[in-house]
């Protein structure tokens, strides 16, 4: 914090948008490369400098570290990651742990596993009321069996929507399947609503399992990100 701003939050605002008036935007794709070594250097008005992103996804984390340890003015380096399994590659990225993989015999780059290192925390999960688990259990499987009438059917499931399934739509299987045409690029016809209806009864004996396994999935989270970000600290000491 600046200590020389004002301790009135309007006068402090107003001193804040005076001091970044002048601020520089770049656009710039990220990656480890030289080019892009150099385009930051250029940006470097003043010496010391901290690199900063919030919420710097996939490879854009990993890539910033490897500038970070490329351009000996800036000092400090503050991220906040996310999205860990959009990483085309990238981790392990510490020689300890690929060492550990190695000896293992465990494959780590994995979608999967990297995928659940950037979901929520258990935390949310512990909050959930027993009527949003019920509710969360109906979207899981009500999903599942489009899922596995798309493949079915070859169909390549598009969104109309951003949130493609709103709360409502999971009242029931029936209001589900009404919602589907709204939600996804899709025509069914009554045939088809039949089959999915055949689908859904044959998978009945799976509610009773999905909390369970989303509560593992919700356990494992702070490990598989935890194991993220030790790699990274891990590669900056080496
Ligand atoms: C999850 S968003 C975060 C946006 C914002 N900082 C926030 O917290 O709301 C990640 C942003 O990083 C950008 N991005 C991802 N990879 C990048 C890269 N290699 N170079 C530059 N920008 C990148 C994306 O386009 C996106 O705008």
Redesign the pocket.
């Known amino acids: 914090m600046n200590p020389n701003l004002s301790e009135n939050p309007r006068e402090s605002l107003n001193e804040f948008k005076l001091n970044t008036r002048n601020m520089k935007h770049i656009h710039?794709?990220?990656?480890s490369s030289e080019t892009v070594s150099k385009e930051l250097e250029e940006c470097i008005a003043e010496i010391p400098v901290s690199l900063v992103g919030?919420?710097?996804?996939?490879?854009?984390t990993p890539?910033l570290i490897k500038q970070f340890l490329k351009i000996k003015h800036i000092r400090n380096l503050v991220l906040v990651s996310?999205?860990y399994h959009k990483m085309k590659s990238n981790f392990p990225l510490s020689q300890k742990l690929k060492a550990a993989a190695d000896e293992t015999g465990f494959t780590l780059f994995s979608g999967h596993l990297l995928r659940l290192a950037a979901q929520e925390p258990v935390s949310r999960w512990l909050r959930m009321s027993p009527g949003e688990h019920e509710m969360h259990a109906r979207n899981v499987v009500f999903r599942s069996i489009l899922e596995i009438f798309s493949k079915q059917r070859g169909l390549e499931l598009k969104k109309k929507r951003r949130k493609a399934t709103k709360d409502d739509d999971v009242n029931s299987f029936y209001s589900y399947l009404s919602s589907l045409e709204a939600a996804y690029e899709l025509s069914l016809e009554v045939e088809d609503k039949e089959i999915l209806m055949e689908i859904y009864n044959s998978k009945l004996h799976l509610f009773n399992l999905v909390e369970n396994l989303t509560g593992l999935q919700f356990i494992l989270q702070n490990i598989l990100e935890n194991l993220v970000i030790a790699d990274r600290v891990q590669f900056l000491q080496e």
């Open positions: 710039l794709m990220v990656d919030l919420h710097a996804c996939g490879d854009l890539d996310c999205c």
